[in-house]
């Protein structure tokens, strides 16, 4: 679905009516079988499956839920998220892994974090062999690119205090999104080229560890999560 599917309908149009029936088909069988548990659960937990109401109050009710898909009331969360920018599907050849790591006070207290993205593009093949609005065909960026804004949004009492690309110091525009606080970098990545932003991120007020939440991608990202003891406390 998220790969063959473009190379057995490269025109356009077939691909759009093959996933409309796909999508049919599925939704009818969800309905009227029941959904695998666990199938449901990972989807959900891996932000893949979320829900929309029109409805003000089963939206209210939908929001306190993982289906919401609701993240910037979620403070005691970090956040990594990827915005595609290539305006093709060239994503799907991209691999994610992130490292946290927690440097933590003697007691349990978060003085800093050491967050590592690194972005892989896999693809290894010819580029003309791929479909034009899978490749993107150059109307964007040069063909077969992959470029994107990579979003950083602390968890409550922290804040970003550096960053890297490759180890020689990145450039990071700072926002604020409906009143948290955002990090914003741009990565571009040709086929087979990799690419790691490190971010330091200090305690500005007492902080707990918090949950780590990922974009979810093609294939599952790589989170590993480390705990260090901190220097002074």
Same mark, same amino acid.
């Given at each position: 679905m998220l790969a063959d599917a473009y190379l057995a309908f490269p025109d356009p149009g077939d691909s759009d009516a093959f996933f409309a029936r796909a999508?049919?088909? /599925?939704?009818e069988t969800l309905l009227e079988e029941g959904p695998s548990a666990d199938g449901i659960?990972?989807?959900?937990?891996?932000?893949? /499956?979320? /829900?929309?109401?029109?409805r003000p109050a089963?939206?209210?009710l939908l929001a306190t839920t993982p289906l919401g898909g609701t993240f910037l009331s979620r403070t005691d969360a970090l956040g990594v998220f990827l915005n595609d920018g290539s305006g093709s599907k060239i994503g799907y050849y991209v691999d994610t892994a992130v490292t946290l790591t927690d440097h933590l006070c003697t007691d349990g207290r978060l003085a800093a974090q050491t967050l590592e993205i690194t972005l892989t593009h896999t693809f290894d093949g010819d580029l003309a062999a791929l479909p034009s609005y899978v490749s993107g065909g150059g109307n964007f960026v040069p063909d077969g690119e992959f470029h994107a804004n990579v979003l950083v949004y602390p968890s409550a009492g922290m804040g970003v205090t550096a960053m890297t690309r490759d180890g020689e110091p990145g450039f990071l525009a700072p926002h604020t999104h409906d009143?948290?606080?955002m990090s914003q970098a741009r990565v571009d990545l040709a086929p087979g080229g990799s690419t790691t932003l490190t971010y330091d991120l200090t305690a500005t007020a007492v902080a707990a560890p918090p949950t780590l939440v990922l974009t979810p991608g093609p294939r599952e990202a790589t989170a590993d999560r480390v705990t260090e003891a901190a220097a002074g406390c």
């Open positions: 999508s049919s088909a /599925l939704f659960d990972r989807a959900i937990e891996g932000g893949r /499956l979320m /829900l929309y109401s029109d089963e939206q209210e009143g948290r606080p």
